[in-house]
Nanobody, 121 residues
Framework: QVQLVESGGGLVQAGGSLRLSCAASGRTFSSDAMGWFRQAPGKERDPVAAISWSAGSTYYADSVKGRFTISRDTAKNTVYLQMNNLKPEDTAVYYC??????????????WGQGTQVTVSS
């Protein structure tokens, strides 16, 4: 069993920045990939960014390219999401995800509890 603990959400004005962290723990942690999804009220849970655990290759949704950066620290079993130039449309609950090979919500093995990100205009 893997536990994912997120931190770093909050309220920020448009144009501001936030950094999300997700620490993974469990008996043995190994993952094809970790990443972040987000879900706004009344909408589906959509991928934001992902990183392959071994190679470090990355994926970004078109809506966040150039503004968000995903990174990982394999020694700490932690993944980060640096979010810059935030927009009101980035407002959502952000979920950490682990153990997936395809970046779709239905393929995710483990989820964090979610952290709220609110961007005011």
């Amino acid at each position: 069993q893997v536990q994912l603990v997120e931190s770093g959400g909050g309220l920020v004005q448009a144009g501001g920045s936030l950094r999300l962290s997700c620490a993974a723990s469990g008996r043995t942690f190994s993952s094809d990939a970790m990443g972040w999804f987000r879900q706004a009220p009344g909408k589906e849970r959509d991928p934001v960014a992902a990183i392959s655990w071994s190679a470090g290759s990355t994926y970004y949704a078109d809506s966040v390219k150039g503004r968000f950066t995903i990174s990982r620290d394999t020694a700490k079993n932690t993944v980060y999401l640096q979010m810059n130039n935030l927009k009101p449309e980035d407002t959502a609950v952000y979920y950490c995800a682990a153990d997936f090979r395809v970046v779709v919500a239905s393929e995710v093995g483990y989820w964090g509890q979610g952290t709220q990100v609110t961007v005011s205009s």
